[in-house]
C-alpha cells in the first residue's frame, strides 16, 4: 500500500531555514497530487501548500506564499518543502499527504505520512 516517510525536521533558530522531505512508496508518485499540512498542539492540522502531478503548479494559503515553496521530483517519488526565514509561530509537526482526487482538506488527503517535527525558537 501507499507510504509516505518524511524526514528534515528539527530544530531551528528564527530566521533560519530548513527542507522536508517526503518520499512515497507502494505507488506511482506521478499519479499522486501532494500536500504538505501542518498541525501545531492544541491546533487543528492547516494546509501549508499543494503541487499538481507534474509540479507545475503549486497553491498555497497566503501565510506560506513566500517563505514556504512545495516541489517534487518525480523520477526521486519525493516531495519537499523548502522553508525560509522561519519563526516560532511556525513550530508544528508537519505532514506529507497524497491524494488521486481533488481538494486542499484533510479530508481530501486518504495518505498521509507519520509526520516531522519543526521546532522553531526565538
Known amino acids: 500500500q501507499v507510504q509516505l516517510l518524511e524526514s528534515g525536521g528539527g530544530l531551528v533558530q528564527a530566521g533560519g531555514s530548513l527542507r522536508l522531505s517526503c518520499v512515497l512508496s507502494?505507488?506511482?508518485?506521478?499519479?499522486?497530487?501532494m500536500a504538505w499540512f501542518r498541525q501545531a498542539p492544541g491546533e487543528e492540522r492547516e494546509f501549508v501548500a499543494g503541487?499538481?502531478?507534474?509540479?507545475?503548479?503549486?497553491y498555497s494559503p497566503d501565510s506560506s506564499t513566500g517563505r514556504f515553496t512545495i516541489s517534487r521530483d518525480n523520477t526521486k517519488s519525493t516531495l519537499y518543502l523548502q522553508m525560509v526565514n522561519l519563526k516560532p509561530e511556525d513550530t508544528a509537526v508537519y505532514y506529507c499527504a497524497a491524494q488521486t482526487t481533488d481538494g486542499t482538506r484533510v479530508m481530501d488527503f486518504p495518505y498521509w505520512g507519520q509526520g516531522t517535527q519543526v521546532t522553531v525558537s526565538a
Open positions: 507502494g505507488g506511482t508518485f506521478s499519479r499522486f497530487l
Open positions: 503541487i499538481n502531478r507534474s509540479g507545475d503548479n503549486t
